[in-house]
């Protein structure tokens, strides 16, 4: 059998609703649990750790993916690519239970989409968000982490059909947005730009400029972080990733920052046990009631000189009152070519 084949094989065919997993956060009967997801003491809507939330997420994706693998090899395990995007659309809280619903969408060669929708219950029961998380396959064998090769799923309802077209729509919306960022700005996004910098020229200006929106954070990664031997959980460095972005957000806001959309995660290279990590949050546009925080994690290998890139992420907040209602929040000012770029970026994604 050649190594890139399944070693097990399966007579019935899959489809997408064989791979569905759920689970169930009950708060309503768990006051432990629910304190740990708590966000504030203070009586507040939506008042949960949505960092929490990515955290657990990520968790629910790999189980996912992994239940499917395993079903072609037994030893294989999976690990996120990306989360590709999470959309808020309704407040949670941890008075109510939150149930997690998961399955696979797309199967690629190697890779798998996962599909997942928070509901909370109880009264107002509703659709708090929707995920999407590219996971892969790898082979443990040997220590070498090699892609395996996986079956396809076989897509008979037109709602899987139509879940699969959009995976594939987000796989091309992503390839399209890589190559529009290489590209030099339109020529209104050349004048936009060039307004903000005259615009700070100006006698007495008093915006606020990128380079002050900026927080750092260090830490070094143990072994209670980890996931599979050596190597560090995802869903850990999201959450303090996504942790130092919503402190960076309140920097500019001028009433209370809530989540509204994980833009885009990517994750680069795996962190070990023992790397030095160094966590950086940048404020890099807002909109009228919106502020776009880039997050990145670098690791270090001590000794080693090793640097990289582990994650980079894209999130949006959005600025609102004690009801919920988004409230208007201050324009922020690029100055240099690095902070023109991110601002550009952010730009072309902006969720006003």
Do not use: W
């Not at 890779?111 to 590219?134: D, N």
Request: net charge neutral; proline share 6%; aromatic share 8%.
């Amino acid at each position: 059998m050649s190594p890139d084949e399944p070693s097990v094989k399966h007579d019935e065919t899959l489809t997408p609703h064989d791979t569905r997993y759920l689970l169930v956060l009950p708060f309503s009967t768990d006051p432990v649990l629910a304190r740990r997801f708590l966000a504030t003491d203070r009586d507040v809507v939506g008042n949960i750790r949505f960092g929490k939330l990515l955290e657990t997420l990520d968790k629910v994706a790999e189980n996912t993916a992994l239940s499917y693998v395993n079903r072609f090899y037994p030893d294989a395990r999976v690990v996120t690519a990306a989360i590709d995007s999470v959309v808020v659309r309704h407040p949670a809280d941890t008075r109510h239970d939150l149930v997690f619903s998961a399955q696979i969408n797309h199967v690629g060669k190697s890779s798998l989409e996962v599909g997942i929708r928070i509901e909370h219950l109880g009264p107002g029961s509703g659709h708090v968000a929707t995920a999407y998380f590219t996971m892969v396959a790898r082979s443990t064998e040997g220590g070498q982490g090699r892609s395996l090769t996986l079956p396809p799923l076989a897509y008979e309802l037109d709602t899987e059909k139509k879940r699969y077209e959009k995976a594939n729509q987000r796989r091309q919306a992503y390839r399209e947005s890589l190559a529009k960022a290489e590209e030099m700005p339109s020529l209104d996004e050349y004048l936009l730009l060039k307004g903000l910098h005259k615009q700070q020229e100006a006698e007495g200006f008093s915006g606020i400029r990128a380079s002050a929106l900026v927080l750092h954070s260090t830490q070094r990664a143990y072994p209670e972080q980890e996931n599979v031997p050596k190597t560090i959980f995802g869903g850990y460095l999201v959450r303090r990733a996504y942790e130092l972005a919503a402190l960076a957000a309140e920097m500019v806001a001028p009433d209370r920052v809530v989540p509204c959309q994980v833009n885009r995660i990517n994750f680069n290279q795996p962190v070990l046990l023992g790397d030095q990590l160094k966590f950086t949050a940048r404020v890099v546009y807002t909109g009228r009631t919106t502020i776009t925080v880039q997050s990145d994690i670098e690791r270090f290998s001590r000794g080693v000189g090793d640097k990289a890139l582990s994650n980079s992420c894209l999130f949006t907040f959005r600025n609102v009152d004690a009801t919920m209602q988004p409230q208007p929040v201050p324009f922020i000012y690029p100055v240099t070519y690095d902070e023109d770029a991110r601002f550009l970026n952010a730009y072309r994604q902006r969720i006003d």
